[in-house]
Structure formats: C-alpha cells, structure tokens
C-alpha cells in the first residue's frame, strides 16, 4: 500500500513563498517507476491540477495559472516530492494534495492518480 505524507503548508502574504514536501513510502516497485502530481482544492470548488512530474523527473507539466511560480521536483534516492511556490496570490490559497499514478503516466486528470495524500492547508493573505 503506498502512503503519501504532505508537509510544508501554512500562512503567508501575497508575493511571499512556501515549499511543500511529499514523502512516500510502502511502493512495492520503485518510487522512481511512477508519475506523482500536486492538486489542490479551494474550499467550495473542485480539485484542481497544480502540476505533474515524470517518473525520472526530467520532463514537468504545470497549469497555466502557476507557471513561472510553482516548480515541482523529486527525489527519488530519498522517495520525496516538492513543490516550491513563489509570488503566492490569494488564488493559490487551498488544501494541496500529493497523488501518484501509480504508473509510468502522467495525467491532469484526478481520475488518473491511484494514491493520495491527506493534504496539507496553504493559506495566502493578500
């Protein structure tokens, strides 16, 4: 069974920056073999993509509203996942998810990830 663990949220202003943090475990193949993404959902909306990351971690994806913002990268000697956030807006406020495919893929769609984490609260004050 795997496990996602967040970490990193919190408070801060608008222009500021967080770095959020997913550490993985219980993979029965290698962390290295899957996909991982970030979602995030605002209270009274629905989850959102945030980005997703290929498994060697050479090639990204981001929705258009984070990009040259958000930057997402992993670890896969130590089974983690990170996504620094810059210039924050009070839009990216959000409970952030960590979620894996479970497969090579990649996808924007929710649908698409087998494993979630409990996700951790970003709130941005403008």
């Known amino acids: 069974q795997v496990q996602l663990v967040e970490s990193g949220g919190g408070s801060v202003q608008a222009g500021g920056s967080l770095t959020l943090s997913c550490a993985a475990s219980?993979?029965?193949?290698?962390?290295?073999?899957?996909?991982m993404g970030w979602f995030r959902q605002a209270a009274g909306k629905q989850r959102e993509w945030v980005s997703w990351i290929s498994p060697g971690g050479t090639a990204t994806g981001y929705t258009d509203s984070v990009k040259g913002r958000f930057t997402s990268s992993r670890d896969n000697a130590k089974n983690t996942l990170s996504l620094q956030m810059n210039d924050l807006i009070a839009e990216d406020t959000a409970v952030y998810y960590c979620?894996?495919?479970?497969?090579?893929?990649?996808?924007?769609?929710?649908?698409?990830?087998?494993?979630w984490g409990q996700g951790t609260q970003v709130t941005v004050s403008s």
């Open positions: 219980g993979y029965t193949y290698t962390y290295s073999a899957y996909c």
């Open positions: 979620a894996t495919t479970g497969r090579r893929a990649c996808s924007r769609d929710y649908q698409a990830y087998s494993y």
